[in-house]
């Protein structure tokens, strides 16, 4: 019997307004240890939030405190102290180390003229308001830095004296003017040095959400003084960022990325060639403190300041790989590897290190550890690090809560998010136990979730058939997260949409995926595939798909669809398919390779055709190592490489579709240019398939703003609806 879905677009948009109320986590900060008169002991716990406003278009961020009493081992008592604050206007903010300080900079129009100002406050007092746009001394501030997991440049470190602040900006550049505006006195003023240098230089930035950043360069604000300086001395073929102080604040660390001849898509691509520095204030000498040869990423000071830990992979290959946990001795001056890739899963079931960065402090009071949440297959945990043995314990892989995020931890008090694709996020504190103890953290809630009783869902794992057997990585496996809604009867087949992911080095793992939660309650289920070239299974199961991107994947999913089907619990008639990016890519591929099976497909910035994406993409080097070459800055791809990138390419099988297709395109895309999806559109059109696209002004890749994020989700599921029918 078929499944009645919910079909009225007003009752689908009451119950996506419904579920995308609850907000996300971007932040959490754990103040200083407050003793009272009493004995007792408290610290404030800052938040930041994010949560989708239909009604202005916009995503509102806000931030809540709260209140944690504890013995430095376990939490007394907790609770919210006041109610949520809008946060508009803040670039980056941060207390200092005692917290008798805040430091923020602040976006503010002053006389129509947007204003970067640097402010300081102290108890209720701004103390200071530095009007960092009037100095002249660098561009804007970066701003990629008000959330850990996204931060690529971005930097607002008080030093340890609390006498002075270290954040990145871009480097001034000579005003933008026609020659002929040029105020005489300037020229005459500066005749080799002009003034301006036009009005129409190309200035590379570094790609997709990254177009406002070209140079970046290290700032330094002196408090007292009201000084900024800005650090000169560092290579000129290398960009700093993700700076802090060095013990003692003799200096700042960084880590410099390279970006000649050209700068590439940093995005999601931590595998740019870096090194991490440290830069002597007092001598103003740079140092390089890793070889160069790989790229690093996320260094963390430990609380003795005596080691760096940080992330590293290879340059190049495939954009999201397995790291390693490496750590910097300050005072030896050693590096040594903590945890090394895995290739394949142990017996422990460690699968290896898949985070692109580490949370703003990472490491136990004792130093001696390391926390982390990482992909374990198609689950995020928190895993530990005993930097002396390298053994890994998982804090969370009991739990049947599907994904973890450490926020921060600070003297072993731990602050995580924790959802599930049927709970959205939670806010969790609790402690990290003793080195040497065996128990397990007793979890505190601050802000609880309640579960969608009517959402179900559950893991399945796959091991492809023989035929399909990778044989220079056999035996692997993959899996897929199912997600339906919760009280079917027997006789009741339901619609399936299936998503396999984008990158296609990436994974969805178990958490609070709004599209989906709404999917489910409007009576669809909704197969989520990790196929081979997933990351979160070993470094072989990525390796795995170099080369066959187009074959291997597309038979995963497929594989993955067709056994679900087997359970009878899915209508077969009504299968739709829909992916973004590399998972467009997957959608369009199965809906050629596989004519008519899909009902319906939805692609949102599909990569269509590698051949013609690979010289207007910002991740050139993206297509040649998916299509199994290596790339080099100083090469171009020959015949026979543009030939295979165009047979691997969904527009290869464009001939045999037979699904009506919607696109969703970001005009603003500089990952996959729109033109990709102008290119499939066109297509179909002349093949008279039914063929739509939206096209989003100010929207870039990830089609993540709220209109673009609700009106392609809207136009989603009426275009399945609509086709089921066909
Ligand atoms: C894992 C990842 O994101 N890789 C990057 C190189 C990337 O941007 N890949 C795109 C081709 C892609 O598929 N992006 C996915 C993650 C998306 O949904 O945007």
């Excluded at 200092?96 to 002053?110: L, N, T, Y």
């Excluded at 390298?390 to 921060?408: E, F, V, Y």
């Amino acid at each position: 019997m078929d499944s009645k879905v919910m079909s009225s677009p007003g009752e689908i948009a009451r119950v996506y307004k419904e579920l995308s109320l609850y907000p996300s986590l971007s932040r959490a900060d754990v103040g200083p240890v407050i003793t009272s008169q009493y004995g007792g002991k408290y610290s404030n716990i800052y938040t930041e939030w994010s949560q989708r406003d239909l009604e202005r278009n916009e995503n509102v961020k806000f931030c809540r405190q709260y209140i944690v009493f504890h013995d430095d081992k376990s939490v007394v008592y907790s609770g919210a102290s006041g109610n949520c604050t809008e946060i508009k206007g803040e670039v980056l903010s941060k207390d200092s180390p005692s917290g008798d300080m805040k430091a923020v900079v602040r976006e503010s129009s002053v006389k129509g003229e947007d204003k970067q100002f640097l402010e300081v406050w102290s108890k209720n007092i701004k103390m200071k308001s530095i009007n960092l746009s009037a100095l002249k001394k660098h561009g804007k501030v970066y701003d990629d830095a008000s959330c850990y997991y996204l931060t690529l440049f971005g930097c607002l470190v008080w030093s340890h004296s609390e006498t002075h602040l270290l954040y990145v900006a871009e480097k001034k550049r000579p005003k933008a003017e026609s020659f002929f505006q040029a105020s005489n006195a300037e020229q005459q003023a500066n005749p080799n040095n002009p003034a301006t240098e036009g009005q129409f230089v190309f200035h590379e930035d570094w790609g997709e959400a990254l177009g406002d950043k070209s140079c970046p360069v290290l700032c330094i604000l002196d408090i007292e003084g009201d000084f900024v300086s800005v650090l000169d001395g560092l290579p000129d073929d290398i960009s700093p960022g993700q700076a802090f102080w060095a013990p003692g604040d003799t200096g700042v660390v960084f880590i410099g990325w390279w970006h000649e001849p050209f700068r590439l898509g940093l995005k999601y691509c931590p595998n740019r060639r870096s090194a991490l520095f440290y830069m002597d204030l007092t001598g103003g000498k740079c140092e390089q403190l890793s070889s160069g040869k790989t790229s690093v990423c996320s260094p963390r000071l430990s609380p003795d300041q005596c080691r760096i830990a940080y992330l590293e992979c290879s340059v190049y290959g495939p954009h999201m790989q397995c790291s390693k946990l490496c750590m910097y001795d300050w005072y030896t001056k050693k590096t040594s590897v903590v945890v090394d890739v895995i290739k394949r899963p142990g017996k422990d079931g460690f699968t290896g290190i898949y985070s692109s960065q580490l949370s703003p402090q990472c490491w136990s009071a004792d130093s001696q550890r390391i926390i982390f949440a990482c992909p374990q297959r198609s689950r995020k945990d928190l895993l530990m690090v005993d930097i002396n043995t390298g053994s890994i314990n998982s804090l969370t892989a009991k739990s049947d809560i599907g994904s973890w995020c450490l926020l921060n931890i600070e003297r072993d008090l731990m602050v995580v998010s924790c959802s599930s694709p049927n709970c959205p996020p939670s806010l969790w504190v609790g402690f990290l136990p003793g080195i040497d103890s065996q128990e397990n953290v007793d979890w505190v809630t601050l802000e609880d979730s309640e579960k969608l009783q009517d959402v179900d869902w559950q893991i399945l794992t796959f091991t492809p058939p023989s035929e399909d057997d990778n044989s220079q990585y056999s035996n692997l496996e993959f899996d897929a997260l199912l997600i339906k809604p919760k009280e079917v009867k027997d006789e009741v087949k339901l619609p399936l949409i299936v998503t396999p992911h984008g990158g296609p080095h990436s994974v969805i793992v178990a958490e609070w995926l709004l599209s989906s939660a709404v999917l489910c309650r409007m009576g669809f289920a909704v197969l989520l595939v990790n196929y081979r070239g997933s990351i979160g299974y070993g470094e072989d199961s990525i390796y795995s798909l170099l080369g066959n991107v187009g074959t291997q994947d597309v038979k995963d999913v497929q594989f993955a669809v067709e056994s679900v089907l087997k359970s009878g619990s899915i209508d077969e008639q009504k299968v739709a398919v829909s992916g973004g990016s590399h998972g467009g890519f997957l959608a369009c591929h199965l809906i050629g390779q596989y004519p008519g099976f899909y009902k319906a497909c939805v692609a949102r910035n599909p990569v269509i055709n590698m051949a013609s994406m690979i010289g207007s993409t910002d991740i050139p080097d993206w297509c040649m190592v998916e299509a199994g070459f290596v790339f080099n800055t100083d090469c171009l791809p020959d015949a026979a490489e543009w030939e295979k990138m165009l047979n691997i390419s969904p527009i290869k099988y464009v001939s045999q579709v037979k699904t009506p297709v919607l696109l969703t395109i970001g005009e603003d895309d500089k990952r996959v240019p729109n033109k990709q999806g102008i290119e499939y559109y066109k297509a179909l059109k002349a093949r008279q398939i039914p063929v739509r696209l939206l096209w989003y002004p100010g929207n870039n890749h990830s089609l993540s703003k709220v209109d673009a994020e609700s009106d392609g989700f809207m136009n989603m599921v009426l275009w399945m609806i609509q086709h089921f029918s066909d």
